[in-house]
T-cell receptor, first 117, second 113 residues
Framework: GNSVTQMEGPVTLSEEAFLTINCTYT??????LFWYVQYPGEGLQLLLK?????DKGSNKGFEATYRKETTSFHLEKGSVQVSDSAVYFCALSDPGNSGGSNYKLTFGKGTLLTVNP | NAGVTQTPKFQVLKTGQSMTLQCAQDMNHEYMSWYRQDPGMGLRLIHYSVGAGITDQGEVPNGYNVSRSTTEDFPLRLLSAAPSQTSVYFCASRGTSVYNEQFFGPGTRLTVL
């Protein structure tokens, strides 16, 4: 079956530090990959996505590259801010053998990031 | 567009009580789902629907019922609340393509005493 493995948190950084949150996946087909962010007290919202190998998703200074050879989609940001403190979820959508009609997303367990001033 | 809306935001129940968590979306999405979020467990899929009249079980369906009579609405029913159902519940909707993002509601924080 499909699965997503994220680095366990919590991650605590100082402002302007470099961020990497590792994400690897297992899928039967050719999945689309997503990073979602959850700010305190809110629902999840899409941060970025990539739909095929070697695509790079980017948004708000965050980037992630879809690496098929290593089945990875690591999230990076060059200089984090206090406002980036949140929980980050890696997720995949895999059409598998269902002709593209597999609607379900598979999520990692989430990584809590705290950025201190 | 309001996106995905959920009511109530907070709810406290006593063991054995029943209630319905409401979810609605105005994006004409076929796919809707319910998750629960617990510390250290991430998001776990409870039930999902791929269209009006079609529902299926997710990873943790026991103790919950759903129905989908319209495209817009996807209520989640707790039949007899238990303390183990204390959690934050999120409803989400999505278009039919595997490339589409999933939109989440703001969540309902449920406490069962």
């Amino acid at each position: 079956g499909n699965s997503v493995t994220q680095m366990e948190g919590p991650v605590t950084l100082s402002e302007e530090a470099f961020l990497t949150i590792n994400c690897t996946y297992t899928a039967t087909g050719y999945p689309s990959l997503f990073w979602y962010v959850q700010y305190p007290g809110e629902g999840l919202q899409l941060l970025l996505k990539a739909t095929k190998a070697d695509d790079k998703g980017s948004n708000k200074g965050f980037e992630a590259t879809y690496r098929k050879e290593t089945t990875s989609f690591h999230l990076e940001k060059g200089s984090v801010q206090v406002s980036d403190s949140a929980v980050y979820f890696c997720a995949l959508s895999d059409p598998g053998n269902s002709g593209g009609s597999n609607y379900k997303l598979t999520f990692g367990k989430g990584t809590l990031l705290t950025v201190n001033p | 567009n309001a996106g995905v809306t959920q009511t109530p935001k907070f709810q406290v129940l006593k063991t054995g009580q029943s209630m319905t968590l409401q979810c609605a979306q105005d994006m004409n999405h076929e796919y809707m789902s319910w998750y629960r979020q617990d510390p250290g467990m991430g998001l776990r899929l409870i039930h999902y629907s791929v269209g009006a009249g079609i529902t299926d079980q997710g990873e943790v369906p026991n103790g919950y019922n759903v129905s989908r009579s319209t495209t817009e609405d996807f209520p989640l029913r707790l039949l007899s609340a238990a303390p183990s159902q204390t959690s934050v519940y999120f409803c989400a909707s999505r278009g039919t393509s595997v490339y589409n993002e999933q939109f989440f509601g703001p969540g309902t924080r449920l406490t069962v005493l």
